[in-house]
Every structure is written in structure tokens, then in C-alpha cells.
């Protein structure tokens, strides 16, 4: 990597020239470009986490503080106050977190990252497309760590996942973070021209989380009344659906479960689907979501061109 792209450790970004990157490259240049920058990128998300958590007594926990009280006050609402009546309720619903959490952080940082490095765009020549990237790598830390817990927590409860079907696992992140990485990287080019997008995003991810069965189960609410009507493919328009789903499959390890509502009657809380038919779900949502991150670069190396004069 040349010490142009170095990250930004030999001098202050103030003191650098002015670099104009051209928008005009092959898709395969800017991908080598992206790829050579990879050093930058690592710097960009260590950065953002030291210096957010800089001072502070317990660090990088601290990110666990808002999925944990999002996890407890769902709960709270679903398992104490409704009784939806699932055993283990706290792993089901952590998995679906564990997936939405890291969607939304790529999603809705991603898009303000630009506006908010502006200084570094227009004095210093790598590839933009970074700075949205440093988003996913950041979220990936936090998803990691969430991860250990969830699984640190199953262990206290003596909770076992399906571990004959984990190889679902990586198969169903990868289509996500194809997915993530597309939207951060269009919605941050977006942003500069169009600022409003920031706030229009965070109301969308705000909707797009109630049509997504992270809180419910989907076998318990969505299947009954769209499953009658044969209806069910259009919450599978929601790319977000089978990743979550695949998780709690796995993760959750049950789809039939004796209820702890009086009477203790068995649920179906999962869809009863074969691993294959999980792949298959999941195979779709990669080729579509790498289809997308190709266009979603396309489209951030034609609208790059006046990020200098936008910002």
C-alpha cells in the first residue's frame, strides 16, 4: 500500500495536498483500488472505536449497553407482560438482534459517514467507498462481541443450538453483509447531494424493524395470517427475513416447543424447513445482494465526482 493511502498516520489531514480521485475507473479498478486500501480501512474502524470509547472505565462494552436494554425491554413487553408463552424467549429474540443490530448500524451510520469525514474527502486521495466500509468493519467488531455474549448466555442456560445445521450461520451473514454494504455504501453517496436522506433513513429502518421477526415469531403471526391466503412470499420481499429467520433456526435450535403459559401446550415459534431450504433462501439473498453492491458502487463512482464541491 503506498504511503499516499497510508492510514493517515504520517501526517495530519490537514497538511495534505488536495487529490482529485477519478470517478471514471472500471469497476475492476475500483475494486482493485478498494481492495489496496484494505490498511486504511483497518485504521479507519480501530480509530472510530478507540476514540469513541476513549476515557471510558468499560470500553467496548459499552456497545453492549443499548442492544442489552432493547433486549430487556422487548422481553419485558412480549414474554412478561403478553405471554407469548416461548421457552427461552431471551436467545430467539437476542439471535433476531443480533442480525438487526448490525443491519441498522451499517445502514444508518453508513449513510451520514461522508458528510461526517468531509474533511478527509477533500484533502486526501483513496477511495470513498472506504468510508462506508469502515462502517460494516465497525458494526462487525460490535456483532462479534454480541455474538460471545449470546453464546456465553445459552451456555448459563444450559440452552444447546442446532449445531448440525451452524454451517447456516456464515451463509446467512454473508448475504447480509453484501446487503449492508450496498445500502451504506449508495445512501452515503446520496447523502451529500441530498441531506435530508440521513433522517428519511432513520425513520425506514425504524418501520423496516416492525416487518421483520425479531421481536415476534414469525410462525406464531405472520404464517397465520398471510399463510391462509397463500400470501407469505411478500414478507419474504423483506431481504432482512430469511437472515434473521436462519439465525434463530439456528441459534434457538427448536421450532415445536412446550409453552410456559398455563396449560403448556406445544407452539410451532420456527418454520419446520429443512437446511436446504434455509440455503436456498440465503443463496438468493447473496446473489442478489452481490448484484447490488456491484450497482451500489456503480452508482457511488458517478455521483463521487462533486462530493468536494457538495461538501
Not at 15 to 40: C, G, K, N, T, Y
Not at 128 to 157: D, H, K, N, P
Request: aromatic residues 12%; proline residues 5%; hydrophobic residues 55%.
Amino acid at each position: 500500500m503506498s504511503s499516499e493511502l497510508n492510514p493517515l498516520a504520517r501526517r495530519p489531514v490537514e497538511q495534505r495536498p488536495v487529490r482529485v480521485v477519478s470517478a471514471h475507473l472500471s469497476m475492476r479498478q475500483r475494486l482493485r483500488a478498494i481492495w489496496d486500501s484494505r490498511e486504511l480501512l483497518t485504521y479507519l474502524v480501530t480509530a472510530d472505536i478507540k476514540i469513541k470509547y476513549k476515557g471510558t472505565a468499560l470500553g467496548v462494552m459499552w456497545s453492549m449497553v443499548a442492544p442489552a436494554l432493547s433486549i430487556g425491554v422487548y422481553f419485558l413487553i412480549f414474554q412478561v407482560i403478553l405471554k407469548n408463552g416461548v421457552p427461552d424467549y431471551v436467545v430467539m429474540l437476542w439471535a433476531g438482534m443480533l442480525v438487526w443490530t448490525f443491519f441498522s448500524a451499517v445502514v444508518v451510520n453508513g449513510t451520514g459517514i461522508v458528510v461526517q469525514r468531509s474533511g478527509i474527502v477533500k484533502k486526501v486521495a483513496f477511495p470513498r467507498e472506504i468510508l462506508a466500509l469502515s462502517t460494516v468493519g465497525t458494526a462487525l467488531v460490535y456483532f462479534v462481541l454480541q455474538f460471545i455474549v449470546l453464546g456465553v448466555l445459552m451456555g448459563v442456560m444450559g440452552h444447546a443450538p442446532a449445531w448440525g445445521d451452524f454451517w447456516l450461520l456464515p451463509l446467512a451473514f454473508l448475504g447480509l453483509l453484501l446487503l449492508a454494504s450496498a445500502l451504506g455504501i449508495v445512501l452515503s453517496a446520496v447523502n451529500v447531494y441530498f441531506r435530508d436522506m440521513q433522517h428519511l433513513v432513520e425513520v425506514g429502518i425504524f418501520l423496516w424493524f416492525w416487518l421483520t421477526p425479531v421481536v415476534y415469531s414469525f410462525q406464531q403471526t405472520v404464517a397465520p395470517m398471510l399463510g391462509a391466503k397463500g400470501l407469505t412470499w411478500i414478507y419474504f420481499l423483506n431481504p432482512i427475513t430469511p437472515v434473521v429467520l436462519t439465525f434463530q433456526r439456528v441459534l434457538y435450535g427448536q421450532t415445536m416447543v412446550t409453552a410456559t403459559t398455563p396449560g403448556h401446550a406445544m407452539i410451532n415459534v420456527l418454520p419446520n424447513w429443512s437446511a436446504l431450504h434455509y440455503a436456498v433462501l440465503d443463496g438468493a439473498l447473496i446473489a442478489a445482494s452481490g448484484v447490488a453492491l456491484i450497482v451500489a458502487i456503480r452508482i457511488f463512482g458517478r455521483l463521487q465526482g462533486n462530493f468536494a464541491e457538495e461538501l
